[in-house]
């Protein structure tokens, strides 16, 4: 499945659990109720600065818009340090998102 449309359905999970509507979401964030219709449904990946706002008004961490399974944190552990001892290249991914995201948290 398209990442787009796994981050717009947990966009969208997250709002409904907030109680808001999309519009009142968008009035929040300051952006037309269109761009946020594109953005749940997967045609549109919301832009840094959105996935901010987004972030702030929801109340959670810009990450947790990427959290698309329940898994343990042990499970989780093992997956990303094996997909990390095999594949250098993901390592230098993963720290420049972990650094991008230590300044914005």
């Known amino acids: 499945m398209d990442i787009k449309v796994l981050i717009g359905r947990r966009i969208k999970a997250i709002r409904k659990s907030r109680g808001l509507t999309q519009e009142k979401l968008c009035e929040l964030i300051g952006i037309e109720p269109q761009s946020m ?3 749940e449904t997967g045609k549109f990946a919301p832009a840094p600065d959105t996935l901010q706002k987004l972030s ?7 990450y947790e ?3 698309f399974d329940k898994i343990s944190d042990d499970e989780m552990e093992k997956i ?10 993901l390592l230098k991914i993963l720290y420049n998102v972990y650094k991008s995201l230590e300044y914005s948290v």
């Open 37 to 39: 219709s594109y953005i």
């Open 56 to 62: 702030d008004v929801l109340k959670v961490k810009p």
């Open 80 to 89: 990303l340090t094996d997909a990390i001892k095999n594949d250098k290249k």
């Open 65 to 67: 818009f990427y959290y």
